[in-house]
């Protein structure tokens, strides 16, 4: 009992100075770790976030591989970190054999780019195995690829809910099976899981992708105990739970007019720029805006009736359905021209 007890302190104690340490952290900050040379797998890298995440990388000489299931886009993703490379590094020149002069370029890092249905399991395992042996050991994983239906859940067709669920949450098991065990090996490694603060509460008309934001969040934090259970220090996870933004994926969702001021969707570069820097101090989550940590913690203390109460004064209870009726129409027009 005494050694239970003596435990129980120790406990408190640690806990303790844990808020000490993340509350010293908003006054000082962390230093940020260097990713140069190190190999980072980007999936959905050919637009959107994916691509901003390849350049914040490309910037800090990380060796990008690029996965889309868009060949063109993801080209286009890679011809922007290549223009990024030689910015960083510019040719230089030296004293040629016979008094000339020469230009010799710098060592730069490599873009890897390939086709891959990360919506498809068997083409993740062999996609991966092409990484492990044409370019080497993944040292990053940034599970960030995604869709959404847009469609209400009775008038949603099976297939895209299964859609929806394989590559939002399924997908990030096969990409990690695939390079995790490398990194076990090596106790060295980081994992980022890009969700989205729908994960952590949710709203009417997308219950597919809510679900599914869900259940990578769910994933990535049983990840993370499980890491912590194998005192595998030496690989980090971040997990990234922004905001709604404004990429077009969600084109036509509003809240309040009122209110919207002061809660706009998020800018792309500065969702970006804020993962990145959770992710080079090794911060285990970060939600943007910082008012989503307290809409998460008000979610689970507060009764259900008190939630739905404020979703609705913020207009936050159907927000969703400008955005759905837009994808009907759209998908109706296609319709009438695929008819005509």
């Not at 259970?229 to 969702?253: Q, R, W």
Request: glycine share 6%; proline share 5%; with cysteine.
């Amino acid at each position: 009992m005494i050694i239970i007890i003596a435990e129980f302190f120790v406990v408190i104690l640690k806990v303790l100075w844990a808020f000490v340490s993340a509350g010293a952290k908003w006054i000082v900050r962390p230093k940020e770790k260097s990713v140069a040379g190190q190999v980072c797998v980007i999936t959905g890298a050919g637009s959107g976030l994916g691509r901003l995440f390849a350049k914040e990388f490309a910037r800090r000489r990380a060796i990008l591989v690029l996965w889309d299931i868009n060949c063109q886009s993801n080209e286009e993703t890679a011809e922007m970190v290549r223009q990024i490379y030689r910015e960083l590094d510019p040719p230089v020149t030296k004293d040629g054999p016979v008094g000339g002069v020469e230009e010799v370029p710098p060592f730069q890092p490599q873009v890897y780019t390939y086709v891959c249905d990360v919506g498809k399991r068997e083409c993740v395992y062999s996609t991966a195995e092409k990484v492990r042996r044409e370019v080497g050991e993944v040292d990053i994983l940034i599970n960030n690829a995604g869709v959404v239906s847009g469609h209400h859940l009775l008038e949603c067709p099976d297939e895209l809910i299964e859609r929806t669920m394989v590559v939002n949450c399924h997908a990030h098991f096969w990409t990690t099976k695939a390079f995790l065990p490398k990194m076990l090996e090596l106790n060295h490694g980081h994992i980022v899981t890009v969700a989205s603060s729908l994960g952590l509460f949710s709203t009417a008309g997308v219950e597919d992708y809510c679900a599914s934001k869900f259940g990578a969040i769910g994933f990535h934090e049983s990840l993370s105990h499980e890491l912590k259970a194998l005192e595998k220090d030496g690989i980090n996870m971040t997990l990234v739970c922004p905001y709604f933004v404004d990429t077009g994926m969600f084109k036509g969702c509003r809240i309040r007019k009122e209110i919207e001021p002061f809660l706009p969707p998020l800018k792309p570069e500065f969702c970006v720029k804020q993962a990145m820097r959770a992710i080079l101090t090794d911060q285990p989550m970060i939600c943007t805006p910082r008012i989503v940590y307290m809409v998460s913690l008000m979610k689970s203390i507060l009764p259900f009736e008190a939630i739905v109460c404020m979703y609705r004064f913020l207009g936050a209870d159907k927000c969703m359905y400008p955005f759905l009726a837009q994808r009907k129409e759209a998908m109706n027009n296609n319709e009438a021209k695929n008819g005509i």
